[in-house]
């Protein structure tokens, strides 16, 4: 029968060492019970482990170390080593020794050289690389007259020491709790003023300003009851939203009739020129008739009513009045309404009398009472949107 490779089944080719297919080396195959020729190699089968292990039948690649053990997968019954073979302690943990004949054992610290098996291959076997142990220190306890665990550590004298504590646990916690106490009480009044708001300012009560147009002259009905009968007055402009020259006159008569049990009054009045055309033609005067009631504001001094001028060509310009006396003089002011005040803002004093020619009047601003001033400020703001406080301030100044 041919010699053929236990690993592959190749055949031997003559006294070849190493197989020609596999390259495993060559051995001779011993029947039972039968003595191999002098000169021939020991078969070396592997022992198998103590913990039932399966011995390696090829070596990894890389050699492991000295300090590596190799794994055993699973248990594997194995046929006892023959005599003369001295297989190495069994390890402890599961590592799987390699049995050698006790003439070629390697020295300690060695891996195992790859010697062929008679025992079936059955599954890879992985490296496993030993941990070191950590060893973790028992307590230890203190020897006599050393402090306790925890305390501290006393300092020499030239070393700054702690500062100590200041009273016992009782005095620290009421302090604690004053502390608390302080900040939770300063919290809650932030809170409290924030949600107050801001204090409520007092309210001033402007009392109602009392204008007359001069000391000693009638007021009320009584003023009303002296206004009644005939009158030629002239207007002058003082003010106006453009910038016109002042000074434009406008000549007029009025009739005024009063009811003095119901201290009630009308007026009706006509433009008859003004300064570029002194006297109109009958059918160009403009005429008006209003009833008068009390100003108000900066008018209160007086008697006042809107009058809508127009011609018999229906020409003419709405115009307010306020009456007033001082003495035997009538004063007072006047402004353009509607469209006319809104575009140009014509505004001014008057000046009358009982009877005469009203162009030989020339009314002057300076010359009018304060009351009557000040309803005619030089800025057309103020009668636009009236203020009592600048009302006030002019009385006061005024001389």
Not at 342 to 357: M, S
Request: aromatic share 4%; charged share 20%.
């Amino acid at each position: 029968m041919a010699e053929r490779c236990q690993l592959c089944g190749a055949r031997w080719e003559g006294e070849a060492s190493t197989c020609r297919d596999c390259g495993a080396p060559r051995r001779t195959t011993v029947p039972p019970d039968t003595e191999a020729p002098a000169g021939a190699p020991k078969p070396v089968p592997m022992v198998a482990p103590l913990s039932g292990a399966v011995p390696a039948a090829i070596p990894p690649a890389n050699p492991p170390l000295p300090s590596e053990e190799v794994t055993a997968v699973g248990p594997v019954p194995v046929p006892p080593p023959p005599s003369g073979v001295a297989p190495r302690a069994a390890p402890t943990s599961g590592v799987v020794p390699m049995a050698v004949p006790a003439s070629e054992a390697a020295p300690v610290g060695v891996v195992g050289i790859p010697i062929p098996s008679t025992a079936p291959i059955s599954a890879p076997v992985p490296v496993a690389i030993s941990m070191p142990a950590v060893e973790v220190p028992a307590f230890v306890t203190p020897p006599l007259g050393a402090p306790p665990l925890g305390a501290p550590t006393p300092l020499p004298a030239g070393i700054s020491q702690p500062m100590p504590q200041i009273g016992g646990r009782g005095t620290q916690i009421v302090l604690l709790t004053v502390g608390i106490l302080a900040v939770a009480a300063g919290i809650g009044a932030t809170i409290w003023f924030s949600t107050q708001g801001p204090a409520p300012e007092a309210k001033t009560q402007l009392e109602p300003t009392a204008i007359t147009v001069i000391e000693g002259s009638p007021t009320g009905c009584a003023q009303l009851r002296a206004l009644a009968g005939s009158w030629v007055f002239t207007t002058t402009t003082t003010g106006s939203r453009r910038k016109q020259k002042p000074g434009t006159r406008g000549f007029y008569e009025m009739q005024i009739d009063v009811d003095a049990e119901a201290c009630t009054a009308r007026a009706s009045m006509a433009k008859t020129g003004r300064t570029d055309r002194k006297v109109f033609v009958d059918h160009k005067v403009p005429r008006a008739e209003a009833d008068l009631v009390r100003g108000e504001g900066a008018e209160a001094y007086g008697w006042t009513g809107p009058f809508m001028l127009r011609n018999e060509d229906d020409q003419g310009i709405d115009t307010k009045f306020v009456f007033a006396l001082d003495g035997e003089r009538l004063v007072g002011s006047w402004r353009q309404l509607g469209e006319r005040w809104n575009n140009a803002g014509l505004y001014g004093v008057l000046e009358g009398r009982r009877a005469g020619d009203p162009i030989e009047l020339h009314p002057d601003r300076n010359a009018q009472p304060c009351s009557v001033r000040c309803a005619t400020p030089e800025d057309i703001a103020q009668i636009d949107t009236p203020d009592e406080t600048t009302l006030r301030a002019c009385m006061a100044s005024c001389k």
